[in-house]
């Protein structure tokens, strides 16, 4: 490879850049020129549209007739295709190359799968394996193989073949991720499914292995399903390996079981998985992004979403009664009575691990009962309304939702269909006692029970559905054409899942292809500070599931979430801060939360105890709380949010105010400082006057073949010219808006925003990033008419565009005269981009940038040249100076 001469370019401004973009999503468009098109609207975020996928060599097998009837649609086919193409690749280490099918939720990952097995049954080859989380999937599979017109190829189940039987015949072995370390007590030849597995497969198996939803095998060296997982891909090396997922690579390190994409290993800049997540980790969500995107050019990688058109979000905020708080209150107290019984036992590390996970899980439930009420509120609002209801559990906690539904109408124990893990459930009787029965109906299965629910709920037969974990992966509720109930959904979140694989498994349930209407979300949440605990887990999961599925943190579903991300540097350093601060280590800028009975002074008093109670681990005898400090070190973000919940509502709820003030005042200090990584920002915005002025290319080596990265010079006219700033001021109306001329002299255009704020435009760099208070405004600056303004605005338009703003107000620049370059306020700005295959060089280049700037932040950018080229790229810091570009003036 050629070299790159970064140290030149850095004092230009140099942008690390993988593709294009525009606004968050646009509608995707198939490299795959055959087909009919999708039957609902898909998306692709603007990062990964903009990334050209690899050309097309592959010739598809399947019947005409199959493409020709829309059976598989143009968006499906292609998958097939870049999938099947992939499957041709042999890797550096000899195992055939697999690929990652990263599609929303309802997009149709399972007529796809099996459109990829039938292909491969057309080319000769006639066993697959798929692989899914539950056994009633199994029937969903059949129904995908059924729908593509290949009713002939034979599903069989796993789990009704016994460990000594062998399965001769041709066909597709479904299984679920369990049944890979399924065990037979009675030994004999076939003892383990997996040998059973690898024994039907044969030596030298070429066939298809689906892994779908195979966001189950993320945690592939701690649990015995997920070794199992890439014990099966070595041992079977030539195997077709397809990952499916909307949730495959939550954070980088679920990425470990994806052996088979080759972005580590040998041949590859990172020689193990290791050393690849170290750099990812290292460089934070703007690394996630390249991943995604170089996945993409690559080939091993294809990811679109249904369009969220029409789909609404809101979070329900549940305030509590007294009553609730009494109860609340006391049961903190209780806990914490018995934690203090228990210090003398503090060395027992398992008595403590039970007591804090106890802890957590009580104090969940009593935040879930705090909702439950409020929940029935809405449905029968929404059910007057002509809706239907979905509600969205983790555990089975469904039998208490149905005894509140009958409390307000005691027609509802006929209106409920509950899909769940439950094998039964406890019934109250008229007489208020009540007893267990099991969930199965007479004549049938408790293996079919969901799938009834199911049936009733999509045929209008019941209009109030409740998901567990155990029905949030495959099952399809949206208001489907070819169904009856065609009622709008409203889905709303009682509980809140404990990750973002759950929480996008299931919202996906709801909104899925070929549907009427699309769905309202709500998210209840109470006023309990300490539950923003469990929105923070799932807000941080889908933050960096965003980044790394789809090359855009933004995609996810979860955007009013975002809010509740504390579980990064910033929730860490805001701990530290409060926790030193109350027990007057430091002095704080930040004041504590107004309104406080007593004043500063009470609210420092009597958080001291609660805060030693949130933190403390190993405690000896003593009871002064001050023996807690030396072990509030020991304590992460996660324990305090979790910790948090054990304290009266009055102290967790203030105590949380005080940490979030800090967690803000630490983020808008980074954010004037320039240190702030603000995820993908658009590079001179609304600017049409960005040039495209050389190109230089290079190969690199790669994995199985070389690669091309394009070294990009970008220059930037960022000015507003006269017409331009006429045309704008003769809309504006406000007694306050229009030309603003100072001493200078400079002019401005002023366009009133919120409030007192105003939007500045100026000649040289057209829309100011920050908006200006109109105190400051005036203080500076007088009104003119727009015949005043013209001169100097056409004047400064022109000076600036070779000269920076010192020059403008002094006639001259101090570090001009000094022999230095300065910026400052110029029209034209240059920016280096380096595109195409960044994986394989973006370890070394960004070791050079990082020792050149200090940072290892890497801010991603996009932008729009004068040609119509996109590009999407990592901002790094400009001409040597703290500042990024994008927000100098």
Known sequence: MLPIPLTAQMQLGFIFCGASVANNCSV????????????????????????????ITYTLSIPDRTVSSGLLSALQLEAIIYACQQHEVILQNGQRAGFLIGDGAGVGKGRTVAGIILESFLKGRKRALWFSVSNDLKYDAERDLRDIDAPNIPVFALN?????????????????????????QAGGQHRTRLKQILDWCKPNFDGVIVFDECHKAKNATSTKMGKAVLDLQNKLPRARVVYASATGASEPKNMIYMSRLGIWGQGTPFKTFDDFLHAIEKRGVGAMEIVAMDMKVSGMYIARQLSFSGVSFRIEEITLDEQFKLVYNKAARLVRETQTATLGLASRKSLWGQFWSSHQRFFKYLCIAAKVRRLVEIAYTELQQGKCIVIGLQSTGEARTREVLDENDGHLDRFVSAMTGRKGRVVRRPDSSVRYETRAEQGLSIDHVNIREKERFMTGEKLIAIISEAASSGISLQADKRVQNRRRRVHMTLELPWSADRAIQQFGRTHRSNQVTAPEYIFLISELAGERRFASIVAKRLESLGALTHGDRRATESRDLSQYNFENKYGTKALDKITKAILRQIDNK????????GGDIMFFRGNCFPVSYI?????????????FIPYIPDCSITKFLNRILGMEVHHQNSLFQYFTDNFDYLINKDKKEGKYDMGILDLAPGNDEIHEETQEKFLTPGNPQEGQVILYKISVDRGMPWEEACSKAEKLTGDYEGFYLSNKPCVLLAEQGRGRNFILYKPNIGKQAHPENLDNLLLRYYKVTPDEAKDFWESQF????????HANWKGKCKMIE???ECFLGMRLRQYHMLCGALLRVWKRVSDIVSDITNSSILQIVRLKTKQNSKQVGELMFCYVTSQPCFLAN
């Open 28 to 55: 995707h468009m198939c490299a795959a020129n055959i087909g009919i098109s999708h039957p609902d609207i898909v998306v692709e975020t603007n990062t990964l549209s903009s990334v050209p996928p690899p050309d």
């Open 160 to 184: 009704k073949i016994k460990y000594g039987d062998m399965a001769t015949s041709e066909g597709v072995l479904f299984a679920t991720y369990s049944a890979l370390i399924g065990e037979s």
């Open 590 to 597: 930040v004041p504590p939360p107004k309104g406080y009975p």
């Open 615 to 627: 933190f403390v681990f190993k405690k000896c005898m003593q009871t002064d709380w001050l023996s």
């Open 798 to 805: 022109v000076f600036s565009f070779t000269n920076c703003t």
């Open 818 to 820: 000094q022999g230095q």
